[in-house]
């Protein structure tokens, strides 16, 4: 596995070292010891699925927050999507900036969103797959979101969002 660093510390696109033959491949999509390396959270509590039917379908900005602020994986197993992190902990240098990452099956790249973070995605082709490695539980009493429009963060988003939920729609003014 290969990990780079993103403008954002400690957020990194993590790249599978793939090595193929007459059969295709093989890789590892998960090492403890390789996260531990890069000061990362290992832990791995839940995993989660989101189906896209639709081009366009925004999901986000969410993260959980404390006691229980959870670090993602978050990699795009069928279609592909553009995925942001946001940094919104008040006291790091890079609060409020923001980089997106195009996740697509056939790059099989993952991203590794540590806890603190607003995460989401916009979809860029139909019925696009994500498959998300949890270090932390659900606590749906600890969710919280950000609006992915909100002009304090000026996210780029390549696509106009088409398909948004309600609570996504509506989060307040982040100021």
Known sequence: MKFQETELPGVFEIHLEVNADERGFFARSWCQLEFERHRLNP????????????????RGMHLQAEPYP?????RCTQGA???VVLDLR???????KWVGVVL????????Y???????GFVTLEDKSEVFYQMSE???PELSRGVRWDDPTFRIVWPVEPAVISERDRTYPDFE
Do not use: W
């Open 81 to 83: 999507i553009y995925d």
């Open 137 to 139: 539980f659900y606590h």
């Open 70 to 74: 959870e670090a993602k994986v978050v």
């Open 90 to 96: 008040r006291n790091s240098p890079a609060f409020k």
């Open 43 to 58: 832990a791995v509590v839940q995993c989660n699925i989101s189906f896209n039917e639709r081009k366009g379908t925004l």
């Open 104 to 111: 697509t099956a056939a790059k099989r790249n993952m991203i």
């Open 113 to 119: 969103v540590p806890p603190g973070f607003g995460h």
